[in-house]
């Protein structure tokens, strides 16, 4: 049997407590500035409020303010995502470069 109760040899017990401590380091700059921006076009939105066309209807600008906001958020995010990957594929290659230059020297 296993040492502690919530685990055996086959499998663990979900753990809430360790499962956050364990995100507690995790950057989460894109997301927060994704967040900054969504509210700057919200804002934005709501000051040209009564710059709308009048023959547009409060739902239908509703839904494009929405729109401004989750876009802008996924935008960042995505830009976020982008640079993470490129900094791993460029931190590998240079790994990849040193390794090679240093078999040439042996």
């Known amino acids: 049997m296993a040492s502690t ?3 055996s040899d086959d499998y663990e017990l979900f ?3 360790a499962t956050r401590q364990d995100q507690s380091g995790t950057n989460k700059t894109f ?4 967040s900054i921006f969504g509210l700057g076009g919200v804002a934005y939105m709501a ?8 023959n ?3 739902s239908v600008y509703l839904i ?3 729109l401004l906001a989750q876009s802008t ?8 995502m982008v640079h993470q ?3 791993r594929w460029s931190d590998k290659r240079a790994l990849q470069v040193e390794a090679s230059g240093q078999e040439k020297h042996l």
Do not use: C, E, W
Not at 47 to 54: G, L, S, T
């Open 64 to 66: 494009h303010t929405r």
């Open 47 to 54: 000051r040209n409020f009564k710059n709308r066309d009048p």
């Open 73 to 80: 958020v996924i935008g960042v995010l995505t830009l976020g």
């Open 5 to 7: 109760p919530s685990q």
């Open 15 to 17: 753990d809430a407590q």
């Open 85 to 87: 990957m490129y900094t």
């Open 31 to 34: 997301a927060t500035i994704g």
């Open 56 to 58: 547009m209807k409060i």
